[in-house]
């Protein structure tokens, strides 16, 4: 399986409870290299593009709002089937239903304030790092 990147984010419930260092130390220990990372506050209009695909969804404000309302950390991921390496170390979308020792089961608060946010394909994670950074910002 070929080296591969994945587009993270560690979003504002676990920002708000200092959690970054520890979700990066299940990442690194999952064989994945976190080589982008930025802390931003998302605007309304990211949030919305970044999110489009749900917008028919009734949580899809509830969502954005969410999303926007403290900082988050977005990153770039590298290693080995990244994309599935990173989903299997998030754990299910519903923490109620991840498996022992992934991010959500340690972190998560509820189905919506899941702690991290991974790509569900290369492709998605091809256009999710292009929304938010510049190779010039990445360094592999
Ligand atoms: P994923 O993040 O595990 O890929 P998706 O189904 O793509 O899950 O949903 C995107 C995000 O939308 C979730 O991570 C979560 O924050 C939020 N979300 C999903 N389902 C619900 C829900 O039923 N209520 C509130 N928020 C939800």
């Known amino acids: 399986m070929a080296t591969q ?9 676990a920002t708000e409870r200092n ?3 520890a979700i990066n130390a299940v ?6 290299r976190i080589i982008g990372q930025r802390r931003i506050k998302m605007t309304q209009e990211q949030a919305e593009r970044f999110y489009a695909v749900h917008k028919e969804r009734p949580f899809f404000g509830e969502l954005v709002e969410f999303m926007t309302s403290g900082p988050v950390v977005v990153q770039v991921l590298e290693g080995e089937n990244a994309v599935k390496a990173y989903r299997d ?3 299910a979308t519903n923490p109620a239903d991840a498996a022992d020792g992934t ?5 998560a608060k509820s189905i919506g304030e899941n702690s991290v946010h991974g790509s569900d394909s290369e492709e998605n994670a091809d256009l999710e790092i292009r929304q938010f950074f510049s190779e010039a910002d990445i360094a592999g």
């Open 89 to 91: 170390v998030m754990g």
């Open 103 to 107: 991010i959500r089961k340690l972190y």
């Open 5 to 13: 990147r994945t587009f993270s984010i560690i979003k504002p419930d």
């Open 27 to 32: 990442i690194e220990k999952a064989g994945l």
């Open 19 to 21: 959690l970054t260092g």
